[in-house]
């Protein structure tokens, strides 16, 4: 068996263990070690007359919009008027959801006039030089004067409506505004002018919003990516983005999307859930709390596994709460999603490339030079290849307790795509080698689950034992037994740890002192059988 750093998984003696330079550590080779380094130039950025508010007019606004006016309407009855200046606050902050009408064709063509009316009355570009406010303020008089000039039957109520939209249009993201506003809100799926879903508590509903028509949506898109210096088109139709707050957004453009352009947007959590949290979600039990705290506190390499969506960065972002303050950590993401509370942080980004398909920044860049920076550890947000092989050699050389996450479904499956990145990175190692060096540098797998009732849990809690020949041995310290589910479609289990009362990192829990409370978490989270036993192994 592959004696895990040295001596056997764990370490007895205050020293570090330095047996860590094993012989096996496969040697980059020539040809990866003369990638490229180019100094890039950073990507154009592009200018507020880039993205151009005029570009969100509205495509099919009628030319001879003057004539065609609305004709006065019959008024809807109007709740008690307040005087205009009076009914908002005048920010360029998106409002709150207020829930909305089922908006008319009738409505969008109002819009679609008054908006018309604005783009010909004031320079949007100047416009868009303006501090948010003021801007505001601007679109808000010229608009009342159009209503007003071109009698325009609309309540208070209404009027203000209007405006909201249309200063969404101009100054944002049109009618995503209302829902980026929202924080209960955690994906935001465009399909096309007409659909958009969220998902709201772990279950997807549709919004109640629409574009006017694909021009809009595409124009929205194209500004939201333009801000970081790309551009989305049907030349270049698929592209990666980031809201000014860090929402991540992704955009596939028609001829790819048949049904019109298609945005994705996985919102930014101001506050990330903590593990207390996730406890009384259910989504762990108050000792598997325990076992993930003392896990993050001393140091175990861990890796991180689910699906998309499943709670992974959320649940990285949790163990990194339990780094002590005077360790220097260092994360590299694709987008910087993660909120250390350590004073001693860098974080670094990937970089798409730009325009002219240069100036790319890897995550197997960024990983490889962060092992220049002195770092105590290195967490990697999402490792999707072979940077995998970096983070190995880290883990390996003496930056014990990095992190990172990774796609997969259970524990067995996040080996052997371990295995796959590593060779992805054209190491042409024998399997076993590739093993030997995965069972000498993880120790522990978290496997994270989105149930299909919609809500996450950790599922499991797994060490890495070492090899039985060409097999990787993992042993489960924690699992959660699915039961069913009860009348309301709400899944119904329990989590339980496993009957190992030595886990394999118990020398190094026993190095920081966590050795007590971690066999209390053990034992506590026992459930026995009828006989009294612990049930053990047996799989849930
Ligand atoms: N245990 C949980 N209970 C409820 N919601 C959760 C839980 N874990 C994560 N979430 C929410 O699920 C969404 C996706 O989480 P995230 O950690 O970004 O997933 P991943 O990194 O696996 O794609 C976020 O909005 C997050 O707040
Ligand atoms: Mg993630």
Redesign the pocket.
């Given at each position: 068996m592959f004696g895990k750093r040295g001596v056997n998984k764990g370490f007895s003696d205050a020293s570090r263990p330095d047996e860590k330079s094993e012989p096996e550590r496969p040697k980059p080779t020539p040809a990866h070690e003369a990638e490229e380094r180019r100094a890039a130039p950073p990507p154009a950025e592009a200018g507020p007359q880039e993205s151009s508010p005029l570009e969100s007019a509205p495509l099919n606004a009628a030319e001879d919009s003057a004539s065609a006016l609305l004709e006065p309407r019959s008024p809807t009855p109007e709740p008690p008027a307040a005087p205009m200046e009076d009914i908002r606050p005048k920010s360029a902050q998106p409002r709150s959801d207020k829930p909305k009408r089922n908006r008319s064709e009738e409505y969008y063509d109002v819009k679609t006039t008054v908006f018309t009316a604005l783009i010909d009355t004031i320079d949007l570009t100047q416009l868009a030089r303006l501090d948010a406010d003021v801007a505001r303020e601007e679109i808000r008089d010229i608009v009342s004067e159009i209503v007003a000039i071109k009698n325009v039957v609309m309540s208070i109520a209404e009027q203000e409506e209007l405006l909201e939209d249309i200063c969404n249009d101009v100054l944002g993201y049109g009618p995503l505004e209302p829902l980026l506003a929202r924080d209960d809100i955690?994906?935001i799926m465009v399909n096309g002018a007409e659909t958009t879903y969220i998902?709201v508590n772990?279950k997807v509903e549709p919004a109640t919003i629409r574009f006017a028509d694909n021009g809009q949506l595409m124009n929205i898109c194209q500004r939201i990516v333009s801000q970081v210096g790309r551009r989305v088109d049907e030349s270049s139709p698929i592209c990666d983005a980031r809201l000014p707050d860090g929402s991540r957004v992704n955009v596939i453009a028609p001829p790819l999307a048949i049904d019109g352009p298609t945005l994705t947007i996985?919102?930014f959590?101001r506050d990330?859930?903590t593990l207390d949290?996730?406890v009384r979600?259910g989504?762990?039990s108050p000792e598997g709390r325990t076992l993930l705290a003392i896990i993050g506190r001393v140091r175990c390499n861990v890796i991180i596994s689910?699906?998309?969506?499943?709670?992974?960065?959320?649940?990285?972002?949790c163990l990194t709460a339990y780094i002590e303050p005077d360790e220097r950590i260092i994360t590299c993401e694709d987008s910087a999603?993660l909120q250390l509370q350590q004073p001693h942080v860098v974080r670094l980004e990937t970089r798409p490339p730009n325009l002219e398909g240069e100036g790319q920044v890897s995550m197997r860049d960024l990983v490889k030079n962060c092992l220049r920076m002195r770092p105590d550890r290195i967490i990697v947000g999402?490792v999707r290849g072979p940077e995998a092989f970096d983070l190995l050699q880290a883990m390996n050389t003496g930056h014990d307790g990095s992190m990172g996450?990774l796609h997969s479904n259970s524990p067995r499956e996040c080996i052997s795509r371990l295995e796959s990145m590593i060779l992805m990175g054209g190491y042409n190692l024998p399997a076993h080698t590739i093993r030997e060096m995965i069972v000498g540098s993880v120790d522990i797998i978290v496997q994270?689950s989105?149930m299909r009732d919609g809500?996450?849990?950790?599922t499991r809690i797994t060490e890495v034992i070492g090899l039985e020949g060409d097999v990787v041995t993992l042993q489960d310290l924690f699992v959660y037994d699915l039961e069913g589910e009860d009348s309301s479609g709400r899944i119904l289990g329990r989590h339980r740890t496993t009957g190992i009362a030595r886990p394999a990192f118990y020398e190094r829990a026993r190095y920081f002192n966590e050795e007590k409370r971690l066999a209390e978490a053990l034992s506590a989270g026992e459930v026995l059988d009828e006989t009294g036993r612990p049930l053990g192994e047996r799989v849930g």
């Open positions: 955690a994906d998902e772990g996985r919102k959590k990330r859930l949290q996730l979600y989504s762990i689910g699906g998309t969506g499943s709670g992974k960065t959320t649940l990285l972002n999603e999402e996450t994270a989105r809500s996450r849990k950790i």
